[in-house]
């Protein structure tokens, strides 16, 4: 594997191609490469080239023994309060358990009236604590202005509801786990399985199932002890447990966002267009491989994980992980999200990939220019400690409050760090080029050149304007499509 040389910034680049001739050819390329992305064919990931067409980056000679992300400690289980949402599902309950009458009152109190697990966790992290209380207020002011907005964002309201209808129903599909694995994952296993003609055979086979049902993206990891959480398990509840022996491994799946609304984030975007497919894939295969006689547990979006997804991804060989904390892939860039099942059936697992991805994140840093909370780190290196590995910082909490001020109810979220990721481009010539030829560039050019025409030629609203007036102007990175336009269909 080819290690590049640094990307040059701005100032260097416009030296380096030239302020006429160069740049003229770039701005030239920029347009060629803006028109090719406007074409729909290039939507990976929809519709056109199902049963695995769509993976077609040959991850082989860029795979590597050791995974992109580093270890610098004792790897630690991730604790289940380190998660935002199981975290504020607690804090809520608790809220819920006093009375909501006697928010002041908790805040008040502050950390020491929590009861103990809750307690422990903040008095370790106490700007976390103040953080969930600016986040109540920001989502109180973002109800407080939906009347504003409501018909403006009618039709992105009603896309996103849609997508969510099949989560609503408590325990639909898949099912919550209620039990402990050793039970849950068994039920309905043929106790006659066939014998496998090899652990190579049941990869191949399994990945195929998988992209007959719709993933996108496939790949196969050994499950690390590392990447299980701590301290709740789905169907059994609170408490400590050790990783169950059939989950040997996990068949990682990914699928994109419909990327035109996608590009419109944060207002006309949502995560459940591709949370329920996920869903629905993840569902099929953990029935798929309980009816071929080997135990399965899915865990899928938003929350029913056991899982932690991204370095469960890299392991897989599906992509690496990029500055803004989530999974970037060859194929889908940002706009790739994930759902894994668990399984003892036997499989040759596959290797992770170095693609210069974690390399290029170094000096890009857009996600961390565009981030409405200044969540992302803007360090040139990854120098946190997390749990044993190093990486960059993600302010979870900080994020979530952005979440809670976006102009929208519907989706409560953000997204833009996952829209501006120059990887997050569809499938045309010239993001082929880029992502064929820059992995195998030693000099770093043809990063240095992406990364200046991205700059350069490409418009960002900036970090502040994605957030509603006074602070904002409800900016989206790309225009929205007409179908999710409200004014183009209805008298507004
Ligand atoms: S989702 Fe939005 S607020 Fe959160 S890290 Fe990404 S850009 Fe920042
Ligand atoms: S926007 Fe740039 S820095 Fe952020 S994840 Fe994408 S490539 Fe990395």
Not at 58 to 72: C, G, S
Not at 164 to 193: A, H
Not at 208 to 234: D, M
Not at 458 to 482: Q, R, V
Request: glycine letters at 8%; one cysteine or more; charged letters at 25%.
């Amino acid at each position: 594997m080819f290690v590049k040389s640094s990307i040059m910034d701005r100032r260097n680049f416009l030296k380096y191609a030239g302020l006429g001739s160069g740049t003229l050819a770039l701005a030239g390329f920029s347009v060629a490469g803006f028109v090719a992305g406007r074409g729909k064919d290039g939507n990976t990931g929809y519709g056109k080239t199902p049963y695995g067409k769509d993976q077609f980056f040959n991850r082989k000679p860029f795979w590597v023994e050791k995974p992109t992300y580093e270890a610098v400690g004792n790897p630690q289980r991730i604790d289940y309060l380190d998660r935002l949402f199981k975290r504020n599902a607690e804090m809520y309950q608790f809220i819920y358990s006093v009375g909501q009458g006697n928010l002041e009152t908790i805040k008040v109190q502050g950390i020491e009236g929590l009861p103990e697990h809750l307690r422990a966790y903040f008095q370790e992290h106490p700007k976390a604590f103040e953080e969930f209380f600016t986040a109540i207020e920001k989502s109180q002011e973002q109800k407080a202005n939906w009347p504003k907005y409501r018909d403006k964002y009618l039709l992105a309201d009603a896309w996103s509801s849609a997508h969510s209808s099949p989560l609503k129903i408590r325990n639909s599909f898949p099912p919550e786990p209620q039990g402990t694995p050793e039970d849950w994952d068994f039920k309905g296993v043929n106790p006659y399985p066939l014998p496998l003609k090899s652990p190579k055979h049941g990869s191949e086979l399994i990945k195929k199932i998988a992209h007959s049902f719709g993933a996108t993206l496939v790949g196969i990891a050994k499950v690390k002890p590392e990447w299980v959480y701590q301290g709740f398990l789905r169907g059994v509840g609170k408490g400590d447990f050790e990783v169950p022996e059939h989950w040997k491994y996990a068949v990682v799946i990914a699928v994109p966002h419909e990327w035109e609304s996608f590009y419109a984030n944060p207002t006309y975007g949502t995560s459940y267009d591709a949370y329920s497919m996920l869903r629905f894939i993840a569902g099929k295969l953990e029935t798929f491989i309980r009816e071929i006689g080997y135990p399965a547990r899915s865990h899928v979006p938003p929350t029913q994980y056991d899982l932690v997804m991204p370095p469960l991804a890299i392991d897989a060989g599906l992509g690496e992980l990029g500055r803004n904390g989530v999974l970037i892939t060859p194929e889908l860039g940002g706009n790739t999200r994930l759902a894994a099942v668990t399984t003892s059936m036997p499989f040759e697992p596959d290797k992770p990939i170095d693609v210069g991805i974690a390399e290029f994140c170094k000096k890009c840093k857009i996600c961390a220019e565009e981030c409405p909370s200044e969540s992302i780190s803007s360090d040139d290196e990854p120098t946190q400690n997390i749990r044993g590995f190093k990486r960059w910082s993600i302010d979870q909490d900080k994020c979530f409050t952005a979440w809670n001020s976006v102009g929208t109810s519907h989706p409560r979220g953000c997204r833009v760090c996952l829209a501006v990721c120059p990887y997050s481009r569809k499938n045309n010539w010239l993001h082929t080029l880029a992502r064929e030829g820059d992995p195998r560039d030693p000099s770093g050019i043809i990063a240095s050149a992406m990364l200046a025409m991205q700059k350069n030629f490409f418009d960002y609203p900036g970090a502040n304007e994605y957030l509603p007036p006074p602070d904002g102007n409800n900016k989206t990175y790309g225009k929205a499509p007409d179908w999710l336009r409200t004014e183009e269909w209805f008298d507004l």
